[in-house]
């Protein structure tokens, strides 16, 4: 069992940075890859990016490849979202998301889901 809980969000003007944790409980931590996912209002969950398990391997969307990294301490349990150049599309609530083994960009096939931080970027 993992739960996790995201943290970071706010308010932010377009071309500012912000960054995303995401605290995890339990003790195979590094046994997960981790995902991060985003919702705008009135739209589906959509994909952000992932970090593998072992580091070794991160995966990005489109939208967001350039800007935005993820990175993982396993000795904390943290993952984090670093959120450069934000543009008021990248408005949404954040979440966060572990899943056993190789990450995936398939929201489908994570097992454990945060509650979500918001992030609202102002033009």
């Known amino acids: 069992q993992v739960t996790l809980v995201e943290s970071g969000g706010g308010l932010v003007q377009a071309g500012d940075s912000l960054r995303l944790s995401c605290a995890a409980s339990?003790?195979?931590?590094?046994?997960?890859?981790m995902g991060w996912f985003r919702q705008a209002l009135g739209k589906e969950r959509e994909f952000v990016g992932f970090?593998?398990?072992?580091?070794?391997?991160?995966l990005y969307a489109d939208s967001v490849k350039g800007r935005f990294i993820i990175s993982r301490d396993n000795a904390k349990n943290t993952v984090y979202l670093q959120m450069n150049s934000l543009k008021p599309e990248d408005t949404a609530v954040y979440y966060c998301?572990?899943?056993?083994?190789?990450?995936?960009?398939?929201?489908?096939?994570?097992?454990?889901w945060g509650q979500g931080t918001q992030v609202t970027v102002s033009s």
């Open positions: 998301a572990a899943r056993n083994g190789d990450g995936s960009h398939y929201k489908e096939t994570y097992d454990y």
């Open positions: 339990g003790r195979t931590f590094s046994s997960y890859s």
């Open positions: 970090i593998s398990w072992n580091v070794a391997y991160t």
